[in-house]
């Protein structure tokens, strides 16, 4: 029998036990611990096996004997690098900096020294984690404190903040590069990215400040801009870590693994850093580094994604993210991985192993399979597929080794130290997917459209979707797409196809969304049973080429600005602008151009000026104005991907002359007498169809009004599982990425009716455990509570009502999302010393309802460009004898000139001539006459 120890003890295994799946590899499995893979040998070509720990010393001498009889036997025998949980943060130096001799420096036969002495004997990696980090950080920099104006920050200022940093950085990745206790690698800053920027090409306004977002801002970026620049602290530590280590140097980050925008600005970061110190260093300022090969190395060499998450993981989004990374040349490092079963339990309700687990752990053992296939797919090691890149996955790391670790039931072994089906499947990837019923490489289909063909791969399953852009032709204006077009593997058949909207109607800016469902041979018998599927989604986007500005106010040297080029037509050629970057961190036009033209079907950010026409397809827009920037704009349906705003329609006013209205906001208001907890509310302004997003009320004018993580919410299409009238319909998950309590994704759902939860028929709405009663995820059995309808989107408006249905034990029942004015949210958490929260009065709930109709009109709000159709040169979104008067009578006009319209100037060249008035009449539907 196994005997039961408090994690990180000795875990004792017998061989006559282990998770066993029904299948020919459960039977081939051996029973003796002897024989149990060492999986860093199994991945020996491939990347490092680590694990986060917390150090000693003893578990890494010489007497320990690698097995299955304990903690230390399993370290030595399946791992070769080490992360340090807590020791190595930057609270670790007592006393700050008024500590001139902290206990690293002066302790060196006992404790942290003598930890990492003992695994570097063993040949066991050590990963410093981290230098810098917004939180655990005690006195780097100084602690917030209240100044005289109601601000909550450090004191420290740009001069003094530089300064320390250099001298913590210094003495601490000096210290730990001698030997014998030298760290294999750092993370050198940790979680700097909010989670969902708007503007990831311009990284800097993409960073956590001393403001926003509300949770866990960063202090060094606060005291940085107290004289300085605020970003600049992000390249100062890696410049002063490549001075003081020869260490591999990391960034590390999470909730990037689905988060197209976040890992954006993170490539953009890492990719700036590493030309602007190449040019330094070539220049004598900075040393140089040589690789095994004798090249330079970068500054940044790795990119850590944290891999904190649940079994509603895309691996297919992972993938992309993948790609996004090693497009910079970098390694990429899985850095903090646990992939933990939904279970709809906070931490402190965690189930041990046993009978009721068994079916989940089939579920997960698949995940896993699915993961380390694809890790080993784009591995750096000999065994990598993937040589157009430069690195590839270089490091795989669990934050724990045993159930329940750090997050709940997301490793390998169990708390006894049993092997899991997770463990079977990292083992061995492909042969656990076969056996299962599942391809061992994911699905790849090829679409045929207009002449040419598209391959697109992915890995299958409930949360997986592969993604495709496809240029269409100017002047189409309906997509003919049908299951004549998808061609499938053998066992494949074409389930369901999705057109969204239902007439495939495509205008520049707006495309049509084609989902495709195929759906292969059922899967064996025990995973089918628990629910996993053998199916495979895309979702094929058809665009015409569309151009979209962003603010860069901080990254690019005016007149330049990032532009957006997406659905490219592979002809069209943009001035684009080579750059330089300043002392001061800005990128200048160093007077070089090229034309350059966005692969076709593709899509990419170029450095322009929207003072350059282009010679382009009729109706493109490329000049910088209103319609052609990105801003939080109306939607008026819901497109794959994308990330809102929950806007109320109820509560707008009239205050200064500005419309304002209330934002659903992820932030829990405190329940009262007279109401649940709720979700908080934060007001926005509205001019339009435009929303603006208002300041931190607790941040200064310097900072930019952007929009708050835990305002935006990822919709992704989910079934309920409740019985009823919306059975069969695609509702969908709201889920916002922030980091507070919880490093999962935060899905919105109701409360559970528990005591507390419900007043007046008014029910908690939340995203985290709060009051011991709620889960801080939704398991599938209860997505009813969190898989959301809609009444139809007013077309005019963009109006809906938002609800939950259930339809269980005999309840059928409405829940709508309803605006409550009552409640209040504090400025600033008590106690916390690093939130910048700022007030808010009343929030959200989900009141019972007879009919969706009850709820509280909302508008959804995304940031796009706004649609247009070429030739509609008076903006009524239609093509009529009115747009070519419009355009004759601007005839000869040019930019600045009172009666220019640059709608007219179709050929944007500037002006509008005869070429521009014959497109317009061009493009008027047949058999229109004018006079």
């Known amino acids: 029998m196994f005997k039961k120890f408090r994690l990180n003890s000795i875990v004792i295994a017998l061989p006559t036990v282990f998770a066993v799946a029904t299948g020919a590899m459960a039977a081939e499995r051996p029973t003796n611990p002897a024989d149990w893979p060492a999986v860093k040998n199994v991945y020996k070509d491939y990347f490092l096996i680590g694990v986060g720990t917390t150090l000693n010393a003893a578990n890494y001498g010489d007497d320990i004997v690698p097995g ?55 040949g066991l990696k050590v990963i410093g984690h981290t230098l810098l980090w917004h939180n655990q950080s005690a006195l780097w920099p100084a602690a917030n404190v209240l100044t005289p104006d109601g601000k909550w920050e450090t004191p420290w200022d740009y001069a003094t903040a530089k300064t320390n940093l250099e001298y913590y950085i210094k003495t601490v990745a000096g210290h730990f590069d001698q030997q ?35 949770e866990r801002p960063a202090r060094w970026a606060q005291a940085y801009s107290k004289g300085g620049k605020s970003w600049d602290y992000m390249y100062d530590a890696f410049f002063f870590a490549r001075q003081n280590t020869t260490a591999i140097l990391n960034y590390n980050d999470f909730n990037d693994n689905e988060r197209d925008s976040k890992a954006t600005a993170i490539a953009s970061m890492v990719k700036e850093f590493n030309e602007r110190y190449a040019a330094e260093s070539a220049a004598g300022k900075g040393r140089i580094l040589l690789d095994a090969k004798g090249n330079p190395r970068p500054l940044v060499e790795v990119i850590g994604t944290q891999g904190h998450w649940d079994m509603r993981l895309s691996m297919d989004a992972f993938e992309r993210v993948i790609k996004t990374y090693l497009e910079t040349g970098v390694n990429v490092d899985l850095t903090e991985l646990d992939l ?66 750090y997050h709940t039931n997301g490793y390998l072994w169990s708390g006894v130290g049993q092997p899991k089906e997770a463990y079977w499947a990292v083992t061995n990837p492909e042969q656990y997917l076969i056996d299962a019923g599942l391809p061992p490489n994911g699905v790849t289909a090829t679409f045929s459209y207009g002449g040419e063909t598209f391959k697109a791969r992915t890995w299958g399953g409930k949360q997986a979707q592969a993604m495709l852009d496809i240029n269409v032709p100017v002047g189409t204006k309906n997509v003919n797409f049908s299951a004549a077009n998808v061609s499938l593997p053998a066992g494949f058949a074409v389930e369901s196809m999705k057109f969204n909207p239902p007439d495939c109607a495509v205008i520049p800016g707006k495309p049509c969304h084609v989902t ?115 801003a939080w704009r109306v939607a008026k349906r819901f497109e794959p991907g994308r990330t809102y705003m929950v806007v109320s329609a109820a509560s707008a006013s009239q205050e200064n002359g500005e419309t304002k209205a209330y934002a659903l906001t992820n ?27 208002l300041r931190n009320t607790n941040a200064p004018e310097s900072e930019p009004a952007l929009a708050q993580d835990n305002h935006k919410f990822v919709f992704e299409e989910m079934k309920s599982p409740a019985a009823g009238p919306y059975a069969t319909q695609e509702g969908h998950t709201m889920i ?196």
Not at 189 to 195: L, M
Not at 352 to 363: P, S, V, W, Y
Not at 672 to 691: N, Y
Request: with cysteine; net charge neutral; hydrophobic share 35%.
């Open 68 to 122: 299955e009889n304990s903690s230390a036997a399993m370290t030595v025998k399946h791992f070769d690098a080490l992360t340090p949980g807590n020791a190595m943060k930057p609270e670790f130096w007592n006393g700050g900096i008024a500590n001139p001799a902290p206990t690293f420096l002066t302790n060196l036969t006992s404790g942290l020294n003598n930890h990492i002495k003992a695994a570097n004997a063993r």
């Open 180 to 214: 014998p206790f030298r760290t294999y690698a750092w993370d050198v800053v940790n979680e700097a990215f909010k989670d969902n920027p708007e503007n990831p090409a311009d990284w800097r306004n993409a960073l956590r400040t001393g403001y926003s977002p509300e």
């Open 340 to 405: 933990a079963p939904v279970l709809g339990l906070d931490k402190g309700q965690r189930i041990q192993n046993g009978a009721e687990m068994n079916d989940l752990f089939l579920e997960q053992g698949v995940q896993y399979a699915k993961l380390f296939s694809l890790l080993k797919e784009y591995a750096a090691g000999p065994g990598g597929r993937h040589p157009e890149y430069k690195g590839g996955v270089h490091r795989v790391t669990w934050w724990s080794m045993t159930d329940p670790g």
């Open 516 to 630: 495709v469902t195929a759906r292969g041979p059922e899967p064996a018998a025990a995973y089918r049973n628990v629910g996993v599927e053998n199916t495979a989604t895309f979702v094929l986007s058809f665009g015409q080429m569309a151009v979209s500005w962003m603010n860069a106010t901080n990254s690019l040297e005016a007149p330049l600005h990032y532009a957006e080029v997406r659905f490219s037509d592979g002809v069209t050629k943009f001035k684009q602008y080579k750059t330089a970057y300043g002392g001061d961190g800005i990128a200048k036009a160093s007077g070089v151009t090229e034309l350059k033209a966005v692969p076709k079907h593709g899509h990419g950010t170029l450095v322009l000026s929207p003072q350059d026409p282009i010679a382009g397809p009729i109706g493109l827009r490329l000049g910088k104005d209103a319609a052609t920037e990105k």
């Open 667 to 693: 932030r829990s208001k405190p329940a009262t007498s007279a109401a649940p907890e709720s979700l908080s509310r934060t007001p926005v302004v509205l001019r339009g169809d435009t929303l603006l997003p």
């Open 736 to 931: 916002s990425y922030i980091h507070g309590t919880n490093v999962y994704p935060h899905t919105v759902f109701r409360g559970n009716g528990a005591t507390g939860t419900v007043v007046a028929g008014q029910h908690s709405l939340i995203t985290r455990q709060t009051n011991g009663q709620e889960g801080s995820q939704i398991a599938d059995k209860a997505l009813d509570q969190a898989v959301w309808f809609n009444t139809p989107i007013d077309q005019r408006t963009g109006e809906m009502k938002m609800f939950l249905y259930t339809g269980k034990s005999g309840t059928n029942q409405h829940y709508v999302l309803k605006e409550v004015a009552d409640g209040t949210t504090p400025n600033r958490d008590s106690g916390n010393a690093i939130s910048q929260r700022q007030g808010s009065v009343g929030g959200f709930v989900a009141m019972q309802a007879g009919s969706p109709e009850e709820g509280t009109a909302v508008k959804l709000y995304a940031h796009d460009i706004e649609p247009y159709v070429p030739g509609d040169v008076n903006g009524d979104a239609q093509l009529t004898c009115a747009d070519l008067s419009a355009a004759t009578a601007s005839l000869g006009k040019r930019t600045g000139q009172a009666g220019f319209l640059r709608t007219a100037d179709m050929d944007q060249n500037g002006m509008v001539d005869v070429r521009d008035v014959a497109a317009v009449s061009r493009l008027l539907p047949v058999g229109t006459a004018c006079r």
